[in-house]
């Protein structure tokens, strides 16, 4: 299976929004709530920001928000800021018992 | 504090064979199913392996089925994977973490490095 497909990089000045878009099938993330995104500093552990489609864990800033409309899933970082840089990941369960990642997009705040 | 600490990462010759090891500490690892994620050089993540708390069901990822396992021992708290038949495009950053839900990966280790390559 081919990985969801995401933008390369964004970009954005800070206080601005963004969305970074996450597009799939009608087989993964088409049909099933179970989408969630990472935060990943080079280096670093990823570290889990949106689950199901559009829940925060505690402990992460409400400028971040999640969406899924048909295939594609969205998230989207409000009143961005300098430390939001990072690498962003997208997953989809696929209805196989196996999980698929997006490609990964660079944001950059300008 | 949730912690897990991962080893055994290396240097291995294609067709060689590594076990990885995540210790956890801080919670309650017998109550968590457990993943293995990696991250080649450069590139974005891939799902590997799965385990329930239990160890009763077990998937994994098509690129790594028959020569991967991945177990566990809830008395030492314990995640492995055994990686045998390695290949070259095995070599990637290899993270344990918790799930509470298919995708929902909230604890991660470090991470370790395995290499393979001649």
């Known amino acids: 299976q081919s990985a969801l497909t995401q933008p390369a990089s964004v970009s954005g000045s800070p206080g601005q929004s963004i969305t970074i878009s996450c597009t799939g099938t009608s087989s993964d993330v088409g049909s099933y709530n179970l989408i969630s995104w990472y935060q990943q500093y080079p280096g670093k552990a990823p570290k889990l920001m949106i689950y199901e489609v559009t829940k925060r864990p505690s402990g992460v800033s409400n400028r971040f928000s999640g969406s899924k409309s048909g295939n594609t899933a969205s998230l989207t970082i409000s009143g961005l800021q300098a430390e939001d840089e990072a690498d962003y990941y997208c997953c989809s369960y696929t209805g196989t018992r196996t999980l698929l990642f997006g490609g990964g997009t660079k944001l950059t705040v300008l | 504090e949730v912690q897990l600490v991962q080893s055994g990462g290396g240097l291995v010759r294609p067709g060689g064979s590594l076990r990885l090891s995540c210790a956890a500490s801080g919670f309650t690892f017998s109550s968590y199913s457990m993943n293995w994620v990696r991250q080649a050089p450069g590139k974005g993540l891939e799902w590997v392996s799965y385990i329930t708390s239990g160890s009763t069901t077990i998937y994994y990822a098509d690129s790594v089925k028959g020569r991967f396992t991945i177990s566990r021992d809830n008395f030492k708290n314990s995640l492995y994977l055994q990686m045998n038949s390695l290949r070259d495009e095995d070599t990637a950053v290899y993270y344990c973490?918790?799930?509470?839900?298919?995708?929902?990966?909230?604890?991660w280790g470090q991470g370790t490095l395995v290499t393979v390559s001649s």
């Open positions: 973490a918790t799930s509470s839900a298919w995708g929902v990966f909230g604890y």
